[in-house]
C-alpha cells in the first residue's frame, strides 16, 4: 500500500531551496562584481580562459540576474537548469580541488551538495509553486 505523502511541507521546503541556491548565486555574482580581478584570476585559473574586468562585470551582472529569477521561480526549467549548468561547470573544473579535500582545498568539497541541491530543485521544479512567478503567472492565465 503505497503511504500518502500529501501532508509533507514540500512547497516550503523546495521555496527555501531557490532562495538558498539564488542566494548562493547571488553572492557570487556580487562577487564578481565587488573583485573583478578575482574574477579574471579564476576564470584564467580554473577554465583557461583569459578576460578583461569588463567580461567579469558582464558575468556578474548576468549571474545576478539568474540568481534573481531562481529566486523569484521565474521561468524555472530555463533558470533552475541554467543554474544547474552553470555550478555543473563549476564543480567540474575544481575537481583536482575536491578530489584531494584537505588543507587549502577543504571549502571546494561544499559545492558538490550544493550541485546536489541544484539537481534536486531541477527535479522538483513543477512541485515548486509557494510564491513562485511561474506559479502566479498561471494562475493569471487561467483567469483570463
Avoid: C
Amino acid at each position: 500500500m503505497a503511504a500518502n505523502h500529501s501532508h509533507y511541507p514540500i512547497r516550503p521546503a523546495l521555496f527555501l531551496l531557490r532562495l538558498s541556491l539564488g542566494g548562493f548565486l547571488l553572492l557570487w555574482g556580487v562577487d564578481k562584481l565587488v573583485a573583478p580581478f578575482a574574477t579574471v584570476m579564476t576564470f584564467k585559473g580554473f577554465y583557461g580562459l583569459a578576460i578583461d574586468s569588463t567580461l567579469a562585470y558582464i558575468a556578474g551582472i548576468l549571474e545576478i540576474l539568474l540568481a534573481l529569477a531562481i529566486m523569484a521561480g521565474f521561468y524555472k526549467t530555463w533558470s533552475y537548469g541554467l543554474g544547474l549548468l552553470l555550478h555543473s561547470a563549476s564543480v567540474i573544473v575544481t575537481h583536482h580541488q575536491w578530489l584531494a579535500p584537505f588543507g587549502e582545498n577543504h571549502l571546494f568539497i561544499a559545492a558538490l551538495p550544493v550541485l546536489a541541491a541544484f539537481v534536486v530543485l531541477f527535479m522538483l521544479r513543477r512541485a515548486d509553486t509557494l510564491w513562485s512567478a511561474d506559479s502566479w503567472r498561471d494562475r493569471r492565465g487561467q483567469q483570463g
